[in-house]
Every structure is written in C-alpha cells, then in structure tokens.
C-alpha cells in the first residue's frame, strides 16, 4: 500500500493547476473535448476499438508493474515502445486514411447539432413503413424461391462492410429489394446493407460463421447471416434460394421458418422506437396534448 500511496503522490504532485481561470482555458476545454469525442468515434467504428481494449490492458499491467517496481518488465516495455507506435500506424493505415478523407468531407454544423437525431429518436432506427416493405418483400421472395441477404444496422457500424460492395444509397422499398435480388441481376449476389430507412450497399461481402453447432442444411448465404450477427449488433434477414423460408440471424443464432407476422415482431424488436409517453417527455407538450386527446 505504501508503494500505491507513493505512486499516487508523486503523480499529482506532477500536475499542473493554474490559479488563474481565464476565458481561453474554457474553450480550450471544449475543443479538446470535440477532437477526444471524434477521436472516439471514429475508434468505436474501425479496427481500432478492439486493438485499444488490448493497449488499455497493457497499459493497466505495465502501471502494475512501476507500482511493484518490476525493472526487467519495464526496461522491455521502453525498448518495444517506438517499435509499438510504428506497428499500430502500420496496421491502422487505412482506417487512419479513410478518417483524414472524412474530416475534409465532414460538416461541423451537422456534427455539433445533429438534428437528424431528433428525427430518429421519433420514430426509432427505421419506421413502420421500412417493416412492412422489408416483410412483403421477403414474403414474395420466398414464394418465388429467390434467395436474399438483408443485413439491418443498429449501433455499431457496418462502414467497412459496405466497402466491400456497391453503393446503393437508395430508400428502402419492397420493389427495389425484389428488383436487387432478382436472378442474373448484376446485384443479387451478396448482402444488402440497411441504415435506417435506405439502403446503402449492394452486393456486400460478409464474414462466414465458424460455429459447428449449426445445421449442415445451412448454405453459405446462412452461414454469412450467422456470421455477421457474431462479430455486430446487426439483424439479418435471409431468404432461401432452395425452400423459400425466411430466417432471422441475431446475436449469433439464428431463428428458422419465419412468416410475416413473426418477421414483423423479431424486426420491431430491434426498431428501438419511442413510447408516446417518452415522446410527450422529448417534445414540450405533447403529453398533455395526448392525455387531453384520451380524455
């Protein structure tokens, strides 16, 4: 303990405090808070989320270590280090590339007032009219037995899923899944990707599932479904070239012989639409309007 109180000490006495406060500091305050914000994004949506849980790991170890006084540990730690930085930058080159490509595209204004949020958190990641369109179109897929591979985006990111395919950036309807699925088109082979209530990519490439539980009937357009919903939140809607059934791949399982009013649950399930008392609560008024309404 007295080994932890004095790494403590020496650390805060190695801090700086101003005693003057000025108007600058604030907004160097702001600033420095925008860029760690961006700076997390960007981590959360690329490679480099799992590679910081590992470096905040090491870094917990090799704090252990200068508390305990572990001089071989840390004299390899100092060594390694430059070699460290180097291979990170190596690794993350692209993703590092593509972040420089966004923040000359980005818009600060959009950015610091997201007013598409709003929009969202009324009615949820995807509307009504995204369900239904997603079920009829299944529906009449699986009578026609052409096979399909909707892949429905929550909170983490399928950025670099869409890259592997085409852009599409189109709002979702039954007639343009039909359309992109549809035999000997150029788009049918591969996934689609849904972001709210478009569709962004086509013809998309997804990791395959490894898990040997999973039924040898199970073709590599199931196994594609399963293996995303294990590596992303995402929902994934698959239609069977061979029988026609429509099945649902969800945190790594996968649900079998769907129909529409199943389908229409398992999707609402994942819309994270609001309750009209939290809508009253998010828009001034309108809970006491709706209780008027009911009265």
């Known amino acids: 303990m007295q080994q932890i109180s004095n790494f403590v000490d020496n650390y805060l006495s190695n801090l700086h405090i101003p005693t003057i406060i000025r108007w600058t500091d604030f907004v160097e305050v702001i600033i420095i808070s925008f860029v760690v914000y961006q700076v997390l994004i960007w981590i959360r949506e690329t490679r480099a989320w ?9 870094l917990a170890f090799l704090a252990l270590a200068t508390i305990f006084n572990m001089t ?44 598409d949020n709003l929009r969202q958190v009324e009615e949820g990641r995807f509307s009504d009219k995204t369900i239904n369109e997603i079920t009829k179109a299944c529906i009449e897929m699986g009578r026609a037995k052409t096979g399909a591979l909707i892949v429905i985006e929550q909170n983490q990111s399928l950025a670099e899923y869409e890259r592997t395919g085409i852009d599409v950036d189109a709002i979702l309807t039954s007639q343009l899944l039909i ?32 898990n040997m539980a999973l039924s040898k009937e199970l073709g590599t357009r199931h196994r594609a479904g399963v293996g995303i919903s294990e590596v992303t939140d995402s929902m994934t809607v698959i239609v069977s070239e061979e029988t026609g059934k429509i099945s649902i791949a969800y945190d790594g399982k996968i649900e079998r012989g769907m129909d529409a009013d199943r389908l229409k649950e398992r999707l609402e ?27």
Request: glycine fraction near 6%; hydrophobic fraction near 45%.
């Open 179 to 210: 359309n992109i699925f549809e035999h000997n088109t150029p788009l049918h082979d591969g996934a689609i990707i849904v972001r709210g209530n478009r569709i962004t990519s086509a013809t998309c490439y997804l990791p395959l599932s490894d």
């Open 269 to 295: 399930s994942i819309q994270n639409k609001p309750t009209e008392e939290k809508k009253g609560i998010l828009w001034r008024g309108r809970l006491r309007n709706e209780k008027e309404t009911d009265k």
């Open 50 to 58: 799992n590679l910081l849980k590992g470096i905040i790991m090491i």
């Open 72 to 115: 071989t540990i840390l004299w390899i730690a100092q060594r390694v280090f430059s070699l460290a930085v180097i291979a990170v930058v190596v690794v993350l080159q692209p993703e590092l590339r593509r972040a420089l490509e966004a923040l000359g595209r980005k818009n600060l204004v959009a950015s610091i007032f997201p007013i």
